[in-house]
């Protein structure tokens, strides 16, 4: 049974997605790769983040191109199926598909694993070619030219031995492997790899410059074909009534092309429609803790970031070079946040720096709660006192609680403006989002409220805090009546609403906070 060489697995697989419930037709991506056949532009590494729609795209390749199985009937109804290439190259190729996580039974070593791998292709050729099976060759190259035939490689996870740290000090030869497997061999026709690490740039991985990349960083080419584009969820949404898009958009969307359009995580939003509600999926990818793993490596330095960042408010910074596989941890500001967008973690569009969506909001609040952010995780575990004193509308608590925030020790909370005071309530009511869906800036009524607690729980009540910088909390309180910020909340016939004023002297650094229960009908 093949291993590697014309194997079933893509035509099972891509079949599969094919009859999915939420299946998003992206086979005009296939027409790209035609046009790179047997040309210098043949080698081609797209590296994206986990779940982003790699597998399925190399499933659908290795499902088009394999010159074993009939797959027209697969095609034949998808957009590919009006290229003027498509019969050109529909089955037609012989397909190496190799799947670089597979780890032998006895791992070992090096040796074990490429092993496996250099077996694999050795017995699969001398299967198809049993003409050369009593024929000595120095190297799997060699017995590859020895069929005179050209081949089409598929490569999955091709940095799987660096994200997952194994055998480092045979990276190097990992990458010569490749090198020799693939450069300037006339038996290639094609070469696709995938993975989520770039190719380092700056050592021995220059063995591979032959590469074309494109990578969360640089994809101005294959961006709209991994990830749902908004057209596409808006599709999706339309097939069901559980789920409406505005909810799947708070959870999912906020990566972008280069064009500006919306991306998602193609899982996230699957899972949520299969399942009929939201939550986050994105801790069942990979390590439970990613956010703060890559944040440990200099937290001193992004600590005020994040705070930002958790208040909604993008972060300006030049990503001038990749992360990349086999580079040491990140050491600095630049690397940590160049290793959280190839992964994923963060979106980064025209120089500004964000947390994606909700379902990484919520990673990056567990995040906050770990020793190592210092006085911010102690502000945010005790952050669940404030929202007790809100709802018992024990006014003076949530001022003194206030202002120990922001005499805190992060700079950023020094700030004598509006928006430190709203970074400062952003911390205070961290943990008021597990019962809350918390809106900054949100338009309702005759203006556009502060801060708008809608509720998850139909006993609590809505909150709107308005904030005030060198005035008095009963102005806010004022605000919020004649601007008709309760609309909102009384549309979800919310059954009560408390008014929170808060005001902070920038001379005398004193806070004041009223709060007023108000009536729904006069309100």
């Not at 399925?56 to 499902?63: E, K, V």
């Not at 799947?99 to 050729?125: H, V």
């Not at 590859?144 to 997952?164: G, K, N, P, V």
């Not at 910020?485 to 004041?512: D, F, M, P, W």
């Amino acid at each position: 049974m093949a291993m590697c060489l014309n194997t079933p697995t893509a035509y099972v697989l891509y079949k599969e997605l094919l009859n999915s419930a939420y299946f998003v037709d992206k086979s005009a991506f296939i027409e790209l790769i035609n046009n790179r056949i047997q040309t210098n532009t043949k080698f081609i590494c797209i590296t994206k983040p986990r779940r982003f729609g790699k597998t399925s795209i190399l499933n659908m390749l290795g499902a088009f191109y394999c010159k074993a199985y009939d797959t027209k009937a697969l095609f034949d109804n998808l957009k590919i199926s009006s290229s003027k290439s498509y019969k050109e190259h529909l089955n037609q190729y012989n397909v190496i598909n190799l799947s670089l996580n597979n780890l032998p039974d006895q791992r070992e070593s090096y040796a074990d694993y490429i092993g496996l791998i250099l077996t694999s292709i050795r017995n699969d050729i001398i299967e198809e070619y049993p003409e050369l099976k009593n024929k000595s060759f120095a190297n799997i190259a060699d017995l590859l030219a020895a069929t005179r035939d050209q081949f089409i490689f598929i490569i999955d996870e091709w940095d799987y031995i660096f994200s997952h740290e194994l055998f480092p000090e045979h990276h190097n030869d990992f990458l010569e492997f490749l090198r020799n497997l693939l450069k300037d061999r006339p038996y290639v026709a094609l070469a696709y790899m995938t993975g989520v690490l770039p190719i380092k740039k700056y050592s021995t991985g220059s063995a591979l410059n032959m590469f074309d990349e494109y990578t969360m960083l640089n994809d101005h080419f294959f961006e709209e074909y991994f990830g749902f584009m908004e057209y596409e969820v808006e599709a999706l949404c339309s097939k069901q009534d559980k789920v409406p898009l505005e909810t799947i958009r708070d959870w999912y969307n906020g990566y972008q092309t280069t064009a500006g359009t919306k991306v998602y995580n193609p899982r996230s939003v699957v899972l949520a429609l299969l399942n009929g509600y939201c939550q986050s999926y994105w801790t069942r990818t990979g390590r439970m803790d990613e956010v703060l793993f890559f944040l440990k490596h200099n937290i001193g330095e992004v600590r005020e970031d994040v705070v930002k960042m958790i208040n909604d408010t993008s972060v300006i910074i030049d990503i001038e070079q990749e992360y990349s596989a086999g580079q040491e941890a990140p050491r600095n500001r630049e690397e940590i946040y160049s290793a959280m967008i190839i992964y994923g973690l963060l979106s980064y569009h025209d120089g500004e720096l964000r947390i994606p969506n909700k379902e990484l909001m919520l990673e990056f609040q567990k995040a906050l709660k770990d020793d190592d952010f210092g006085y911010v995780a102690e502000l945010v575990r005790n952050s669940a006192a404030v929202l007790t004193a809100t709802l018992e509308q024990k006014s003076d608590i949530v001022a003194s609680y206030l202002h120990n925030i922001h005499n805190s020790e992060l700079p950023i909370l020094k700030y004598n403006d509006e928006n430190s005071l709203s970074c400062v309530v952003t911390l205070a009511y961290l943990s008021a989002r597990n019962k809350y869906r918390i809106e900054r800036e949100e338009k309702s009524g005759k203006g556009f409220a502060d801060f708008i607690f809608h509720p998850k729980r139909q006993n609590l009540p809505g909150i709107i805090l308005e904030l005030k910088a060198n005035s008095t909390p009963q102005e806010a309180i004022a605000q919020i009546k004649e601007k008709e910020y309760t609309q909102k909340l009384r549309n979800e016939k919310v059954q009560t609403i408390l008014a929170v004023g808060l005001s902070y002297n920038t001379t005398e650094k004193v806070h004041q906070c009223i709060i007023e229960e108000l009536s729904i009908s006069k309100s």
